[in-house]
Structure formats: C-alpha cells, structure tokens
C-alpha cells in the first residue's frame, strides 16, 4: 500500500435511510487480496486490500441487496479479482471490466458467463496511459457483439474534446461520477450544461449520481454535490444510477463513511418513485435485464 493511501472506514455507520427492497450499489470495486490477486505492474497507484467478503459484508450492513463491481486501474486488464467475486456472489453481483487487444475472445466468453455485462473506458491520464482511440473503438465493437455496454470516466474539461467519439460508441454509455463536475462552480456552469445538453441529445447515454466524497470541496456530508446529483436524477430518472465506490480508491482528503453516503440518497432523489427507479429499477433493468 502506498504511504499516503487512506484505506476504507473500519466502521461505516448504519444509515438512517432504508433503501427499497433490491436496492443495487452500481458502482464499487474490489482489490486483492495482493497475495492472490497481484496489482497490475503499471498501476499508478498500490491500493490496501479490499476483498469480496468485505465488500460483500458492507452491502448487507448498508441495507442494500446487489452490486455492481467495477475492475479499477491498480488490477489493469487482469479482470481475475473482479470476476472471483462475481462467482462467489452468484446472481446477487454483475461486473465491469477493463479490456484492450491482449483480451481474447475466450476471456471475454468467460467473464460473459461470471456475469460481466460492460467494459470501462478511463480518460484520466493521472490513472492511466494515452490509449489511442481506435483501441476504444475496436474494443467496444467487440463488447457490443456480447451485448455488453460502455462506461466511461473522465473529467468536465474534456467532455467538449471527447464528445464525438462517445457518441459514435455503440449501443448504450454509461457515465461514471456524473462526468465529474467542477461543485465550485453552479449548476448552470457551462461545462455541466454541456454533459446535461449530452445527456438530453442521446436517449443512449446513462449517468452514475455517485463519488460526492470525491467530487466535494465543503466535504462531509457533501451537500454542495447534491445540487448537481439532484439535476440529473430530476432530468433523467430513467437514465440514472447510483453506487458507493467503495473502498474509495485513491482518496487523499478524507476516509468516507458510507452510511453518509446512503443518506444522501433522499437528498438527490426526493421521491419514492425517483428512490425506486435509481437504487432498483434501472440498474437492475441494465445489468440483469436477461
């Protein structure tokens, strides 16, 4: 682990919201065991462990039911920790993962059949190398042949620069993190009208509320994210959902608790109905829609 890793919160509070039955935390991750599962050489950054049974344990503690596990850059395209967790979760876990043109097409079948319904493109250069396009390209024609979608991760400033490529992406592209709004601005900042004008133009597109902890500058508990959240659940309850990020990889601020971040939910979607689409509806309707 690097020197200046935070690890995950040791004891999460029990949140005072009661998720819906079926509640899915779309968006999380696992690491390691290193001793098992090694980080991948070029990783930009050596996480703690975080395993399945932690993972799994935090899921019924926060009152929640599935999850969604997504591979992060510390594993590269070895997919092998995500999918040991899709196995041992059965029905109750769907994966997304990293892949690129050393992914063979017996890999790819496997993961399909654990339970891996997309594959995740990064833009953020401090995380990983400047992979030309075309690799995305070939990778997601590969994935749309499964039925598998797109998610993609990358920061305001560049959605202007990346526009044309996503949206010449097949099929549906989810976007991690809300696009990672710049909160210091407001709502109608330029740069967040411009993924909400995105969102609007592809009836494709989908958007993760998720990563307050990250995206904050008051910090805990992250009420200057909920303005933006809030828009996006209001504009596209449809196309819309939500995960914890756990165990948070790469913070530097602070160590989230994630029964904040559950109590946040009644904060961005103000609605049973908005709750029930966000938390259950749509992910189970994207990731177990079979």
Not at 234 to 260: A, C, L, Y
Not at 273 to 278: D, F, N, T, Y
Request: proline share 10%; charged share 25%; net charge negative.
């Amino acid at each position: 682990m690097d020197p200046d890793y935070l690890p995950f919160h040791p004891n999460p509070s029990k949140p005072a919201y009661v998720a819906p039955a079926g509640a899915v935390d779309a968006h999380c991750h696992v690491f390691g065991p290193a001793d098992t599962f090694p980080y991948a050489p070029e990783r930009k950054y050596t996480p703690c462990d975080a395993p399945k049974e932690k993972l799994f344990e935090l899921r019924d503690h926060l009152g929640l039911s599935r999850n969604v596990i997504v591979q992060a850059t510390c594993h590269g395209k070895n997919n092998d920790a995500m999918v040991d967790a899709l196995e041992a979760a059965g029905d109750l876990a769907r994966g997304v993962a990293m892949i690129g043109p050393e992914t063979s097409d017996d890999d790819l079948q496997r993961m399909d059949a654990a339970g891996v319904r997309a594959a995740r493109f990064n833009f953020l250069k401090r995380l990983v190398g400047d992979t030309p396009k075309e690799v995305y390209v070939e990778a997601a024609q590969r994935i749309a042949d499964l039925g598998w979608h797109n998610v993609v991760y990358f920061e305001a400033p560049e959605l202007a620069e990346l526009t044309p490529f996503l949206t010449a992406l097949p099929g549906i592209v989810v976007v991690d993190h809300m696009g990672r709004p710049d909160v210091s601005k407001p709502v109608d900042d330029p740069d967040f009208q411009r993924f909400l004008d995105l969102m609007a133009d592809h009836e494709n597109f989908w958007v993760k509320v998720s990563c307050p902890e990250r995206l904050t500058v008051a910090g805990p508990p992250y009420d200057d994210v909920v303005p933006f959240s809030h828009a996006l659940v209001d504009n596209f309850p449809d196309r819309v959902i939500w995960g914890t990020d756990w165990p948070h990889p790469n913070m530097k601020s602070h160590v989230p608790d994630e029964g904040q971040l559950v109590d946040q939910i009644p904060k961005i979607a103000t609605t049973e109905e908005k709750r029930q689409a966000l938390l259950v509806d749509n992910p189970m309707r994207l990731y177990w829609n079979e």
